[in-house]
């Protein structure tokens, strides 16, 4: 793949509606007086209407680690509650490193990506092993972490530490892509996206340059209709002038996300208990509970599909009975549709062949495990249903 950027960007400078950006031709692209002023002008706007957000109250780096790791993929909104109660949880990252990954999982249930819970986990009890339970400051050292990139370094060690390292995240790139008309997808210059972040980094002032790009980002150069006119940087923005801030950043064409259908059972004992199972570590949603089910075979009935993969996955007979409800859910590589059915226990123990772990659990116990998101709907079913139930 070519790589674009310096090109790019001097494909820009040909262009009729030039500004000071166009004239930058080599590493740095943009000169040093308009360097200046970005920064400044960013950083007087921060001054005004940066975020007051939770974290940027700490200079603990285990609490900036935690609250880096659960923006990577999740709105700022929906993390504060989970920051909090995450710092009651495990206020140190000692307390984190001795948790069970049981209680580690269910403080991040709902949150997604179940991975980031995983390793922070596992490198809270890295650092207890390799630092002494110190947070490395090291660039290096931290980049060795599970879980951690370049950015997601740069964010913890500029805002911790005040060191001076870029950060290129979701919003960062968008700002980046606009401020230079970036004519390709992010993706396909990263590089030099990099080099913009670096070559922009306020070295004197990291820690708050960072957050000051990000916030424009979040508040001002947003995905749809970015507000150009409160735009500190509307007077080099390339993207600006030229009227195109809203078709850019140029989306990378993507194929249709795959779908599954799957049979998923609700299955009851006479003890008015219901069969759980705990998925392997390895993949998707590793450690996190579910409802036992599997993916429908072509010209196979939910129904004959539930019967099957219960009997192959748990050892055990069923019956399959009602309907109870149907559940969309997006991952980032497929999309499923869970068709649950309530089923009763006939014969045999559970075994965990597929799983790493099952439990009969009532529905006032389930609220103890970790489940994905899909299926918290199908308890809410649940509990819906047996209020309805308990009306009539
Ligand atoms: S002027 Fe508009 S497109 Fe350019 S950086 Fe500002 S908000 Fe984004």
Redesign the pocket.
Known sequence: MPRTPINALKATASQPQRNSLDRADDRDRLPGSVVVNLRETLLLWYGHFGRDLPWRQSRDPYAIWVSEIMLQQTQVKTVIPYYERWLTLFPTLSALAIAEQQQVLKAWEGLGYYARARNLHRAAQDIMLRHQGVFPASPADVMQLPGIGRTTAGGILSAAFDQPMAILDGNVKR?LT??VALPVPPKRAIADLWQLSEALLDRQQPRDFNQAIMD?GAT??MPHQ???SS?P??GH?E??NQGI?AE?PMAETRAPLPHKSIGVAVIWNDQGQILIDRRRQEGLLGGLWEFPGGKVEPGETVEACIQREIREELGIEITVGDHLIVVDHAYSHFRVTLNVHHCRHVSGEPQAIECDEVRWVTLTDIDQYPFPKANVQIIEALRHGETSTDHH
Do not use: D, S
């Open positions: 700002v606009r401020l424009l001002v150069c970015p507000l150009c735009c940087w509307n923005c993207a600006y801030q850019l």
